[in-house]
């Protein structure tokens, strides 16, 4: 276990000013412990590069690094299936030089001259194939970019739109896009096991949530938080989540047992530098814990049966004006009147309208189905609240979107996405949102209704007309849709939500008249979702065959019977659990198990078949477990 310690005076970060020679040659010379740059491309499955280049190749050819792709890889490093082929597989790095660069520390590799840990400047950059961006970055790029001059088009070409948010158009330096994410993970003593039981009955009792942090785990949050805020990332908290339990005093007074769930948040930014700080901060907190003998996860269902770690994603857009002031786009000029105004319904509409074509790009794995669950204040159906009245801010946790907002404040006015989770790709995820959001925009804009019409429109009642929503859906909702709705309502009035990874991806496969909304000013292309559609369709193929039903079946292998033979309600009990077992994962001269069919639609590549298999296996293993705890309870 390395005594991790924090080191004030090392150079974290390199602001875009800074990206030129002088400036950078100075930099490095007066820090000799940076030994090493890293171009760092986010491949189209969210995957980050990392090389070592030392750092006397990078000063010599400093002005060939900065002004184009000199760093070569080839396509088997990088997730661009279709695209970085056998047969044509060379992909450049280009640096971006509008964001922040990061020094990351190897603190357990000191440099033997400076007594100081050795460094490695991480330089955020696209991804070049062919003369064209392929990466993940360059999509948010491209998005971000067209979000904003297209707001700023509108606003040109409709002054009262200007007018309605309090500025004219002569006074608009430039807009963006700002974006900031809540990052939950699970943090973890190696090789200890804790009954899931006891999660979640200290989870249904609020033991943990927003309690004091305590030893080793204490020690690693502080450390986090500071150093997140050396790294620029103007951290805001950081605390324990929903779930956990208390861990146990040792005779030597340390704490073992640890199971806890935690969250850090920090500062809003621009939506790609929000994007990069997300990644880094996974990096940065997952190395401390990890030197403190603790283990980080950040998969959205690391448990089952207890709460699973979201990354709630805010967004909003903002005009910066000439004289310094800012504007929230999506407030309305009155917060007293009403929720929005045009552009923040238009994006709200859009939104929701389309989230089939986000969802793909936010729940892509079987992890984060497993999140999406009734009982764990994680949404399953596309309904927002935007507030029960214009004085009563939205608190509900049941829904996938909220509306934001301060009476006080209307810069603060955002859409809280709660179904993000810390594996979503956050690059491709946020394109498609401002995509569809556009999309809104441009019919409340071109509409000419007032802000009270489209209010109207959007809270619309299930079977009533609308000019740009559907006809039989809901998009608002106040209550908890959990308890004053049945699963069969939910789907009715909401929508049935895609349920696989296979039913999240159909709509990039078979929705030809939708897909253009995400093409629209070439940010995505064919090819490029054609290739993020196939990297996730083969990853969830080789989880369920490699992973999960390995996982499985060591789990139907320890469901072992104990009980006394002469108990007949026990012996029933047994009998029912076993059946199970052999359903799932026991192959006969009768009968192919559920594991053996999904196998043989794998090979098959009948996709749609296999996504009802996962979800028949699901619902046996659930079946299976739940059986088992109330037999093992019956044991004396």
């Known amino acids: 276990m390395t005594n991790f310690h924090i080191y004030p005076n090392l150079l974290y970060l390199l602001p875009p000013n800074t990206h030129n020679t002088k400036d950078l040659e100075q930099a490095l010379s007066q820090h000799p412990e940076i030994k090493?740059?890293?171009?760092?491309?986010?491949?189209?499955?969210?995957?980050d590069t990392d090389e070592k280049i030392p750092i006397r190749d990078f000063i010599d050819n400093l002005q060939g690094y900065l002004s184009g792709c000199v760093v070569q890889t080839d396509g088997s490093s990088v997730e661009l299936p279709g695209i970085a082929t056998l047969n044509d597989g060379r992909v450049d790095f280009e640096a971006d030089r509008d964001v922040m660069w990061f020094v990351d520390y190897n603190y357990e590799h000191i440099?033997?001259?400076t007594g100081l840990p050795i460094g490695t400047l991480r330089i955020p950059s696209f991804l070049i194939h062919n003369g064209d961006r392929v990466c993940a970055r360059s999509i948010l790029k491209r998005s971000s970019d067209r979000f904003a001059s297209e707001l700023e088009r509108y606003l040109r070409e409709n002054p009262s739109?200007?007018?309605?948010?309090?500025?004219?158009?002569d006074e608009l330096d430039r807009i963006e896009l700002t974006t900031a994410t809540e990052l939950e993970f699970w943090v973890s003593s190696p090789e200890e096991k804790i009954n899931t039981r006891v999660l979640s009955t200290s989870q249904s009792l609020k033991e943990s949530y927003w309690k004091r942090t305590k030893g080793v785990v204490r020690t690693a949050l502080?450390?986090?938080?500071?150093?997140?805020?050396l790294y620029g990332f103007e951290p805001e908290m950081g605390h324990k989540e929903v779930g956990g339990v208390k861990a146990h005093l040792s005779d030597a007074g340390d704490f073992h047992n640890i199971m806890e769930q935690l969250e850090i948040d920090w500062?809003?930014?621009?939506?790609?530098?929000?994007a990069d700080y997300e990644l880094l901060a996974r990096i940065f907190i997952?190395?401390?814990?990890?030197?403190?003998?603790?283990?980080v996860s950040f998969c959205a269902k690391p448990l089952a049966g207890v709460a699973g770690s979201g990354e709630h994603t805010h967004v909003n857009a903002v005009a910066f004006l000439k004289d310094g002031h800012k504007v929230n786009l999506f407030a309305p000029k009155d917060m007293s009147k009403d929720f929005l105004g045009t552009i923040g319904w238009g994006a709200l509409m859009g939104f929701m309208k389309h989230y089939s074509l986000i969802n793909p790009f936010i729940s892509v794995t079987t992890d984060a189905f497993l999140r999406l669950q009734p009982g764990f204040e994680a949404p399953t159906h596309p309904v927002a609240s935007i507030g029960k009245d214009i004085n009563t801010p939205s608190r509900n946790r049941s829904v996938l979107l909220g509306l934001i907002r301060n009476m006080e404040s209307p810069n603060q006015t955002r859409f809280e996405i709660r179904s993000p989770n810390p594996h979503t790709n956050t690059y491709l995820c946020l394109s498609a949102v401002y995509q569809c959001m556009l999309d809104g925009i441009e019919y409340a804009v071109k509409s000419g209704h007032s802000t009270t019409e489209l209010e109207k429109e959007f809270c619309k009642d299930y079977g009533e007309d609308a000019d740009y929503l559907e006809k039989n859906k809901v998009y608002r909702c106040e209550e908890d849709i959990f308890t004053c709705f049945?699963?069969?309502?939910?789907?009715?009035?909401?929508g049935a939500p895609p349920a696989t990874v296979y039913d999240s991806l159909s709509c990039l496969l078979h929705a030809d008249d939708m897909v253009p909304i995400l093409c629209a000013g070439d940010i995505f292309s064919d090819k490029l979702i054609r290739s993020y559609t196939h990297a996730m369709l083969k990853r969830w193929q080789m989880e369920l065959s490699e992973r999960i039903i390995p996982t499985n079946l060591s789990q139907i292998r320890n469901v072992v019977p104990f009980h006394d033979p002469n108990c007949s309600y026990d012996v029933a009990m047994w009998k029912e659990i076993d059946a199970i077992r052999n359903n799932l994962a026991k192959d006969t001269a009768e009968h192919v198990s559920v594991f053996?069919?999904?196998r043989l639609a794998i090979d098959a590549k009948n996709l749609r078949e296999l996504s009802k298999l996962q979800l028949k296996m699901n619902a046996l293993m659930n079946e299976m477990m739940t059986l088992y705890a109330e037999y093992g309870a019956n044991q004396l």
């Open 286 to 295: 997952k190395e401390i814990f990890r030197m403190h003998g603790l283990e």
């Open 111 to 113: 440099d033997s001259e």
């Open 596 to 598: 053996k069919e999904i």
């Open 267 to 274: 500062h809003y930014s621009n939506s790609l530098q929000a």
């Open 222 to 229: 502080e450390q986090s938080v500071m150093l997140l805020e």
């Open 486 to 494: 049945s699963t069969e309502e939910r789907d009715r009035i909401f």
């Open 161 to 169: 739109l200007a007018a309605e948010l309090g500025f004219t158009v």
């Open 36 to 47: 090493f740059v890293s171009f760092v491309g986010i491949d189209l499955a969210g995957n």
